[in-house]
């Protein structure tokens, strides 16, 4: 499966220009380190939106899933490096946790191709939906499965102001 994934597609472009967005990055790493949630999926959710599509629960599930093994194996634990190589001899291994940085971005592409070939086996509860209701719908559907009540309103509106 991994040999065929597209690594430069429309969801890591749209990651790319929405993350980069006011606030965005903030706000995600903010949930992410609150509540757990994965900002890959979070993003995932908001695009699948901008194509008017509407995610189910089950949807949201199953693209945990697809990617689980990924995040936990590879992701998280390149993350967990890079993080407590911050506090470690700050200066003398900047250069290594720069190196440990751009792993853990390629490693999250991978995840986010993964994604992107995944989307195509879903076709949502509202399939050609309102956009700007599909992505407030996903990224709420996708935050009521951790077990704090969150939102994401500035993702929500950087992203809707990609829709004209």
């Given at each position: 499966m991994h040999g065929s994934l597209e690594l430069d597609n429309a969801f890591w472009q749209f990651s790319?220009?929405?993350?980069?967005?006011?606030?965005?990055?903030?706000?995600?790493?903010?949930?992410?380190?609150?509540?757990?949630?994965?900002?890959?999926?979070l993003?995932?959710?908001?695009w699948l939106g901008t194509q008017g599509v509407i995610l189910s629960?089950?949807?949201?599930?199953?693209?945990?899933?697809?990617?689980?093994?990924?995040?936990?194996?590879?992701v998280r634990p390149l993350r967990g490096v890079r993080q407590r190589m911050k506090g470690l001899y700050r200066n003398e291994f900047a250069d290594l946790r720069e190196r440990v940085k751009a792993l853990e971005l390629e490693a999250e592409q991978?995840?986010?191709a993964i994604l992107f070939a995944h989307a195509k086996k879903i076709h949502g509860a509202g399939a050609g939906a309102d956009r700007r209701k599909a992505i407030g719908q996903n990224v709420d559907?996708?935050?009521?499965?951790?077990?704090?009540?969150?939102?994401?309103?500035?993702?929500?509106?950087?992203?809707?102001?990609?829709?004209?």
């Open positions: 790319l220009s929405i993350y980069g967005q006011v606030d965005v990055a903030e706000e995600c790493l903010a949930l992410q380190e609150a509540i757990g949630i994965d900002v890959n999926l993003l995932f959710c908001a629960r089950d949807d949201i599930a199953a693209s945990v899933e697809t990617i689980e093994a990924w995040s936990e194996n590879v991978v995840e986010q559907q996708y935050l009521k499965t951790v077990s704090v009540p969150a939102s994401a309103p500035r993702l929500i509106a950087a992203v809707e102001s990609t829709i004209s």
